[in-house]
Structure formats: C-alpha cells, structure tokens
C-alpha cells in the first residue's frame, strides 16, 4: 500500500485531554481509571471505569453549535480540532471523515425513548433524534470544516477505529481524496456499563486482586471500560509525520459467537500476516506488536496464540489496562503506536484489533516514508 503520514493527533482520553497529555499518560503507565461517579453501581460486580475529566468542550466548540451536539459528537469535533491545529490548521475541502464507533450514542438514544414514552411522540425532542444515530459525530466534524469528501461510520466492535483507517488510508491511495480525519469515539452510560457487567465482561475485584484489567496476565477476569475521543489528520499537513500507515490485513474468525471471541487463531494469523504484506515488510522486521489484548478471557487467549504462532521473541505491548476497552472507538492503541514511532523507540510496529463476534484487523505503522 501506498505509505500515508499522520501529521496531527486530538486526543480526548481518560487522564489526558491533548497529545502531550496523552504521551505523558503513557509514559507513566498507570491506569486512568477510577471509581465510577456518574451512575450507580450498587449491586453490581464491577465499579471502575477509565471515563474522561477535566473535558470541557466549550472551550473547544461554539456554544449555539455545542448545544446541538450530544457528549459523543463534541468529543469527536473536539478531538478534530486538536489534530487539525496539531497537524498546521488547514484541511483541504476534499478532506473525508472516517469514525469507528463500538456502541455508538446509547446515552442519547436512551434520553429520546425516555422521553418519547413521556411526552409522546409529538412532544420527544427531535434533536435528541437526530443525534441518536452513529455518524452524527463524523456528521458534525464534516461540517464544522467544510469536508466534502466521504464520510463514513464504522462499526465494527473493538476493531470499528482501525477499520475506518483501513478504509481511509485505502481511499487516500487510490487518490479519491488528497487526505482524511480518521480516529473514534465512545462513551461510558449505565446501561452500557451494566450490561456489559452482567454478562460478566467487566473486571471485578477476586481472590484478593483488586478491580483491574490484566492483559495477557493469568489471573485476569475482565476488561476495562474507557471512553474518550480520538482523531488523526492523514495525507496532509505541514508538520513532521508522527508515523505512517503502511499497509492493513483484515480477517473474519468463523468460530466466534455473536457476543464472544472464537479459537481459529489462524485467522488473526492471516490478518497480521496481510498487513505485514501489504506494508511490503517480513515478521522478522517487525519490532512490536501492539496488541489488542485488554483482560478479556478468551479474547486474549486467541491473540496471544496467533503471536506464538507467527513471531519468535518480538516485545508485544498492552495498553488498554490505560484507558480501558472501546476507547476512542479503539482508535487509542493506534495512536500509541503512532507515538512510539515518533520517539524513535520502533521502526515498524504492528497494531492488532481482534473483536469479539469474529472480526480482525490488523495495521502496520512505519517510521519511514517508503
């Protein structure tokens, strides 16, 4: 594939608002998660989440526009404006929009039926419905910027951020647009929070282990729940690339469950071993492996499997006991990568996706241009 540079990064995360914040949340390696103050967690196993403080979108966005945006919508055209300062201010109008999103605006579409059982349907307000779809964030981005090219929403589990980059960078290559916004969005709600809980997916405390994500670790039981915004500037801009993205494997495990991972490891084989093709490199020039692994039992069983099976001794890194799973649509370990291209720490790193339900994509971020 034709090598595409990221030149801006917006990050709305937890414990970080900022790229530097975000480098500096990284370095320090602890997690950003706390105990949950939003909603009730009483009588449930899991209490702490990875959510987003210190957030405040007016200082980011217009008020009369702000008030037209739900929390997913203003951190995404949040996280734009940062890139797109980041990466020299302009943005040509031919500029499309790629946005992975794992649940999309439950909270807004909650606050519409709640209403629309209250008031009927005359008296539900229409605002609340206009936002309670998955592209309305990549919607406001557009337009906030004039960006004419395409505009796409994906969702695609844990893999919807690294999907719509796959989809940008491809349509950047073939020339149908001269650059793109790509990245994520996600929040935490109770509903989510809560369910996700009751199907015991959510970390809890056990046998004397705190509430934590464990990636990889024997003794994990669960995943973190994050939320947050994250956007790329790609194809364009005046400053330095961070990185580039040189080449994506996607791949399809036929054995998963709708709600749970499956056992083909050779399917996340083949996605890894795509995306190190397509970038025109070997495994053996690989330098890292940013895996997808975030505590889940059987998800990072089936991706530590496929790594044995592919790579011989290369330092494979966690961090989504960071800022949690679903975060920025899953767009933050790409932007963790991105960054350690950037500090000279790896030339060629390997980020991996493996959701569950059975979709897998993987991506290779370079330091060099070709």
């Known amino acids: 594939m034709t090598r595409i540079p990221i030149t801006g990064i917006g990050v709305i995360a937890p414990g970080a608002i900022g790229v530097a914040a975000f480098r500096a949340l990284l370095a320090l390696g602890e997690s950003a998660s706390a105990d949950v103050v939003r ?15 210190d957030f405040r979108p007016k200082e980011f966005i217009a008020p009369m526009k702000m008030r037209r945006m739900n929390a997913l919508s203003r951190m995404a ?6 890139a797109i300062e980041d990466s020299g201010g302009v943005m040509p109008s031919e500029t499309g929009v790629a946005i992975g999103t794992t649940f999309g605006p439950v909270q807004t579409s909650v606050e519409y039926m709640e209403a629309y059982v209250a008031r009927g349907p005359a008296l539900a307000p229409p ?30 589990r844990e893999s919807s951020a690294l999907a719509a980059a796959m989809y940008a960078a491809t349509q950047i290559a073939k020339g149908n647009v001269r650059a793109a916004l790509i990245g994520g969005v996600e929040e935490a709600n109770e509903m989510l929070f809560s369910i996700l809980d ?19 670790h024997p003794d994990r039981n669960g995943i973190l729940l994050g ?18 993205l040189a080449g994506f494997g996607i791949a399809r495990d036929t054995t998963a469950t709708v709600t749970d991972w499956g056992h ?41 499997r496929a790594l044995r099976g592919l790579f011989d001794g290369t330092p494979v890194v966690t961090t989504k006991q960071i800022f949690g799973e679903y975060c920025a649509g899953g767009a933050l370990p790409l ?28 991506a290779v971020v370079t330091r060099e241009a070709s």
């Open 264 to 304: 083909d490891q050779e399917s996340v084989i083949r996605a890894m071993k795509a995306a190190i093709h397509d970038a025109n490199l070997t495994p053996a020039a690989i330098d890292a492996v940013y895996a997808s692994a975030s505590g889940s039992i059987r998800g990072d069983e089936l991706e530590q």
């Open 335 to 362: 932007v963790s990568a991105l960054l350690a291209v950037d500090e000279g720490r790896y030339r060629n790193v390997l980020v991996n996706s493996v959701s569950a339900g059975g979709g897998i994509v993987s």
């Open 39 to 53: 909603f009730d967690t009483t009588g449930l196993s899991a209490h702490k989440a990875a959510l987003v403080s």
């Open 198 to 216: 009751r199907i015991g997916v959510l970390a809890h405390a056990e046998n004397g282990l705190e509430e934590a994500a464990r990636p990889f």
């Open 127 to 156: 605002q609340l419905f206009a936002e309670s779809v998955a592209n309305a964030p990549g919607s406001h981005v557009a337009i906030e910027w004039g960006l004419r090219g395409f505009n796409v929403t994906i969702t695609q």
């Open 227 to 244: 939320e947050g915004g994250a956007m790329l500037v790609a194809g364009t801009g005046t400053r330095k690339p961070y990185g580039w």
């Open 77 to 82: 055209v949040s996280a734009a404006k940062l």
